[in-house]
DNA sequence: AATCGAACCTGAATCGATTCACTTCAGATT
DNA sequence: AATCTGAAGTGAATCGATTCAGGTTCGATT
């Protein structure tokens, strides 16, 4: 009851096991009849490629690998989704890992993936990685940063300008007449958080009205974490509220909601505007409709993909930075005070 | 350039293969002087182990294959990353494949992680692919199967008893005073759906007063159908409202709530109830906090792995059904007609 | 009839880690 | 001194798919 190997087909289809190899890889080259015989005998006996023979041979496998930074968050869950979508078309499959803002865990997919030979590597980084990352290249093995510039252009990148998001979101949040902004978001070695907060001070500076930018600091970009930070900003003094809080992504954003609508003192949008960042599924579902800098998720998991495809084909490639732009969703979280605005 | 092979470790640290390979997986058969120098030499080297050589040779790996129904869904997300946790404290990594419901990506996912000879395979089915899961046992890797019980016994499984689970949701509407409700699901391929509906059922007939189950039939269970549903059950003349909605699960709950708020005629809860299931993260921040039935999903995908694991350890074992109870969790979206609820 | 070339096929060599029958050798036992 | 023992180490064989230099066949061309 062992597996069939290439031979048990080549001997019961009574060719040799190169004929099967060209049945299997070069269809063209093989005859009519000793094509129709491999693959009954195929069927036969139920035979399947061992796919560690053939990579151990040609040196490199139809897997590429994408480590992402959090999982549960389904902002990159639209983004693996993309990435499958195209991978899939390519008849390649997405070997994926989840880092969790570890360090440890994020080596150990990296390693992980060298083991096996990915043919690339899709990474939201956490850590600076590229030493690990270099490693790989020389290796043959690619690397595309996946929502996250690469700042010295060592890589390739597709991400989204997060600062320019961090600017839009706070000039609408001015623009809707909110002066004293908490910005909530952590931790500061994740490169978008800092992103955001640095385009939201630009934001600041810009305006012709003093604009107050206060940091309200987060252990994690969860909604737990979220609900915290807004228990936080509701125990203070009612004067020292914040009139508007950006959120440096939807999740903690939805945290936030929850926690103001339960404690009731503070009405969002009416006391205090509320703005995400990521514009996920669930946003327009929330309690109060959540505004939100939308980042095209799909898109840009396909687009690493197609890059990593290219450089996989041509390692000479320069690599390349692909930037989107995201976009201002507004919803009624960030109505003018007083208004109901829209839903 | 080329990578180094454990024969080249072996020259550079003037010992033999066996003895390197010794090193690396019999650390006790060999002399502490040996194992310095392989050590650096692996070092010097960096050498990294050729998981396909090892595969090729042992005939297994150390990854498990997980089919996922959803990716999308949040729960699904829980699940997997119940299941990651488990694995990686086994060494082990997680394949992942999403099948979007659809026949042709499950089979595709099947194929790939039967030629990668995974260790073992997690799979939420969406067709019926005991005979292509009976073929996997048969060449040596086991299958649990994730979120639906396994009728025949020809698996373990680890699962929620959505029979009761329907039962449950039903049960409190008619507590909280409905009569006219409707089942919002499908499609009807889907084993969970069907089982939810028929729990529906139940509760109906054994309530002592009489009580409507009308089925809303969906394509699947995302949002985006939930509010299609919404917004067909709205155009229907008044006096043909239901007077609550079961919903397959919450994604499609969001959508129902999302169509029934901005439409606006029917309110939620005081006209009518809703109430979802899996009780994902977002359930609780919705618009009208959301009624669900809790599944226990980082504890399913841990359990399903652990399982699979000791299933690979010994092929003998008699499979075996897990069946966790779901869990009524009451927000505001069942609040009885009338009232305003707990939030 | 001889020659040629295209189409098709063959089978040994290869990839790198593991395994295991075999060797080596220092020290213990007789 | 001869023999034995066990720890440590060796290296050829193995896993299965792919590749490619070389073979065979056969109809077309001269």
């Not at 899939?88 to 083991?115: K, M, P, Q, W």
């Amino acid at each position: 009851m062992a597996a069939a190997s290439i031979r048990d087909v080549a001997q019961h289809a009574g060719v040799s096991v190169g004929t099967v190899s060209n049945v299997l890889n070069r269809p063209g080259e093989v005859s009519a009849e000793s094509m129709q015989r491999v693959h009954r005998a195929i069927e036969d006996l139920g035979y399947v490629r061992n796919d560690a023979a053939r990579k151990l041979r040609a040196g490199t496998s139809s897997t590429v690998g994408f480590v992402v930074l959090d999982g549960q968050n389904p902002f990159f869950g639209d983004v693996v989704r993309g990435a499958e979508d195209e991978a899939s078309s390519h008849g390649i499959a997405v070997l994926y890992g989840n880092t969790d803002e570890d360090v440890a865990r994020e080596r150990l997919y990296l390693d992980l993936f060298e083991e096996q030979q990915v043919r690339g590597v899709l990474i939201s980084p956490y850590s600076d990685i590229n030493p690990r990352l270099e490693r790989l290249r020389s290796r043959g093995i690619p690397a595309v940063l996946v929502d996250r510039f690469s700042g010295d252009g060592r890589f390739s990148s597709v991400s989204v300008d997060s600062v320019v998001g961090g600017r839009m979101a706070v000039e609408h949040l001015i623009e809707t007449g909110r002066r004293r902004i908490a910005f909530a978001g952590g931790p500061f070695e994740i490169r978008q958080v800092t992103d955001r907060l640095a385009g939201a001070r630009v934001a600041a500076e810009n305006s012709t009205e003093p604009v107050d930018i206060e940091v309200v600091a987060t252990a994690a970009l969860t909604v737990a974490e979220g609900a915290a930070a807004g228990a936080r900003i509701i125990s203070r003094p009612r004067r020292e509220w914040p009139d508007a809080i950006f959120a440096a992504n939807d999740l903690l954003a939805l945290g936030l909601l929850q926690a103001l609508i339960v404690d009731g003192r503070m009405l969002v949008p009416e006391d205090i505007a509320l703005i995400g960042f990521d514009d996920i599924a669930f946003a327009s579902a929330a309690a109060v409709p959540l505004s939100s800098m939308r980042q095209p998720s799909g898109m840009i998991g396909r687009t690493a993909l197609r890059i990593l495809l290219e450089e996989t084909s041509d390692p000479s490639l320069i690599p390349r930075q692909t930037v989107f732009l995201p976009q201002l969703v507004v919803r009624r979280s960030t109505a003018a005070k007083g208004t109901s605005g829209e839903t």
